[in-house]
C-alpha cells in the first residue's frame, strides 16, 4: 500500500495558522506557586481523594483514585503542601472537586517513580497496568482512560494500532513539537502499545503541512519493519480517529460502532509519548505540553506545563494578552475547542492548547435563511445530512433527528465552517444528541 498524501471522503480545507506557533521550541512552563488539580479529567467515574488537606505531597504522587474501571488515577504534579480538596471550575464547563495544592518549590519526587522494567520483560497484562497506574488517557480529544481503551473484549481482534499525528486543528503545534523532539519516545510508545494489545502492524499517521515531523518519525522508525509512518493528506477533520481507520486502512467504521469493530485501535501522539516516559522514568501524566497561540497573544509559545497550573500564568509567560481585551479564549483549536470564561482555570490532561482569539476574529456574522445549497453534505465526514438534522433539532423533532443518525455525528465543525447562510448547524446538532441521550437514560 503507498503511504503517501491519504485521505478521506469529505471534509474541509481550513487556514492552518500554524505557523504562529510551529517554530517555537519546547519550553517548560514556569511553576505556579498554587496548582489546582481536578480529581475528574477523564470519560468515567471521578476519583475520590487520597489526601487531606495539611498533608506533604510529592511530585507523581498519587492523590486520586477511582475504583471503576472506567476511571484514571491522578497525581499531583509539584512537592508541597495540600491546602484544601474543593470545588471548582474546569475548562470543560463543570465544576469538580480539585486537590489544592502550595508548591514548595523543591519539585521533589515521590518514591514511586522509578522505571518499570525493560519493554521485552514486560508481559502485556503489566503494561496496561502500568498505563493505568500512570493515570494516561486520551490527550487529543475526550480523555478516554488509555488502559480500557487497550484492552478490547476477547472477540474484537485487533490488527492494527494507528498513532494519531495527523493534529488537524488549526493553530495547535503541541504534537507536531514532539514528534520532531521526542520521535524516539513514541516510537517506543507505540511499541509498547502494539506489544499490549498484542499486534504486529503499526501506523504513524502525519498530516502532509508537518513535512519536519513525518521525517523526523521515519528516521525513528527505520529499523522497525512493522512500523510505517504514513502521510495525510492536511484536510479538516482528518485527526478523527474513524477518518484515520478510513485514510490508513480503507476501513469504514460501522454506525454506532467503534474502531475495535474494524480491528483497529488509535492513540493519540502525546498520549503514545506519555505511555512511553511511564514504562521508561516511571513517570505517572502529571504535566503534558500545551500549546498557547492566537492573534490575541502577544508571543505564542509550547509550554511544558504541569498539570493545575492555572492558563493565566501560561498566558502570563507568553507576554500577556495583544493590546485590548481578547475577543475569545478558547481551550483547544478553534473549530472542536470549548470557549472559556475565565483564566482561572487549571490545565487538565485534555488541554492541548489555549487560543486567544482577538475580537475581529469572533465578530459575528449575520446568519440567513438555509438555501439547500448542499454544502454541508458535500463535506461531513460521517456522510450525515447536517441541514436536516439541525432543521429537527431546532424544532424539537429529535425521533426524527435520530433516524438521520443525529449520534454518529462527531461535531467537527465542518459544516458549520462551510455553511454560506452561517447556520449554527454543528451547535443545533450537538443539543439534539445530548437530549437524545438524556430521553434513552430516563427510559433506561
Same mark, same amino acid.
Given at each position: +500500500? ?28 514556569? !511553576? ?5 488539580? @481536578? ?65 514548595? %518549590? ?58 494519531? %499525528? ?44 508537518? @513535512? ?47 474502531? +475495535? ?75 472542536? %475547542? ?5 483564566? !482561572? ?100
Amino acid at each position: +500500500m503507498n503511504f503517501k498524501d491519504l485521505t478521506f471522503k469529505g471534509g474541509v480545507n481550513v487556514p492552518h495558522y500554524k505557523e504562529l506557533s510551529e517554530n517555537a521550541p519546547l519550553e517548560r512552563a514556569i !511553576d505556579s506557586d498554587v496548582v489546582m488539580i @481536578p480529581l475528574h479529567q477523564h470519560v468515567g467515574a471521578p476519583c475520590e481523594p487520597l489526601v487531606k488537606p495539611g498533608e506533604e505531597v510529592k511530585v507523581g504522587q498519587k492523590i486520586g483514585q477511582s475504583d471503576a474501571f472506567v476511571s484514571a488515577p491522578v497525581h499531583s504534579s509539584v512537592s508541597g503542601k495540600v491546602k484544601s480538596i474543593t470545588l471548582m471550575p474546569t475548562p470543560t464547563g463543570l465544576s469538580v472537586k480539585c486537590v489544592v495544592i502550595e508548591s514548595d %518549590g523543591e519539585n521533589e519526587l515521590h518514591e514511586s517513580v522509578k522505571p518499570k522494567g525493560k519493554l521485552e520483560e514486560l508481559s502485556p497484562k503489566e503494561i496496561i497496568e502500568i498505563i493505568k497506574e500512570a493515570g494516561i488517557t486520551g490527550m487529543g480529544g475526550a480523555g478516554f482512560p488509555t488502559h480500557v481503551k487497550l484492552s478490547p473484549p476477547s472477540n474484537k481482534k485487533i490488527d492494527t494500532i494507528i498513532i494519531n %499525528g495527523a493534529e488537524c486543528e488549526p493553530y495547535l503545534t503541541a504534537d507536531h513539537k514532539l514528534m520532531v523532539n521526542e520521535s524516539e519516545k513514541i516510537v517506543f510508545g507505540l511499541k509498547a502499545i502494539m506489544k499490549a494489545v498484542g499486534v504486529t502492524n503499526g501506523i504513524i499517521a502525519i498530516e502532509n503541512n508537518k @513535512p519536519d515531523a513525518i521525517d523526523a518519525m521515519e528516521k525513528a522508525s527505520k529499523n522497525e519493519n512493522n512500523i510505517k509512518v504514513a502521510s495525510l493528506k492536511a484536510k479538516y477533520p482528518q485527526g478523527d480517529e474513524k477518518r484515520i481507520i478510513s485514510a490508513t486502512l480503507g476501513r469504514i467504521v460501522p454506525s454506532g460502532g467503534l474502531p +475495535m469493530d474494524v480491528g483497529a485501535v488509535v492513540c493519540n501522539i502525546s498520549t503514545t509519548k506519555a505511555i512511553a516516559e511511564a514504562i521508561l522514568e516511571g513517570k505517572p501524566l502529571y504535566e503534558r505540553v500545551v500549546t498557547v497561540t492566537g492573534r490575541g497573544i502577544k508571543t505564542p509559545k509550547n509550554l511544558i506545563a504541569k498539570i493545575g497550573t492555572p492558563f493565566k500564568d501560561l498566558i502570563a509567560q507568553c507576554g500577556g494578552f495583544n493590546e485590548g481585551a481578547p475577543g475569545k479564549i478558547v481551550m483547544g483549536g478553534p473549530m472542536m %475547542g470549548l470557549s472559556q470564561f475565565s483564566i !482561572d482555570v487549571p490545565v487538565i490532561k485534555g488541554s492541548g492548547g489555549i487560543l486567544i482569539l482577538t475580537e475581529e476574529e469572533v465578530k459575528p456574522q449575520p446568519m440567513g435563511p438555509c438555501i439547500k445549497c448542499g454544502r454541508c453534505l458535500e463535506v461531513c465526514p460521517v456522510r450525515l445530512q447536517p441541514l436536516y438534522l439541525s432543521s429537527y433539532s431546532l424544532k424539537g423533532k429529535l425521533e426524527e433527528a435520530e433516524k438521520l443518525h443525529a449520534l454518529d455525528c462527531v461535531e467537527c465543525g465542518a459544516c458549520s465552517y462551510i455553511c454560506p447562510a452561517k447556520r449554527p448547524l454543528v451547535e443545533s446538532i450537538r443539543v439534539a444528541k445530548r437530549e437524545i441521550i438524556s430521553q434513552r437514560k430516563r427510559s433506561s
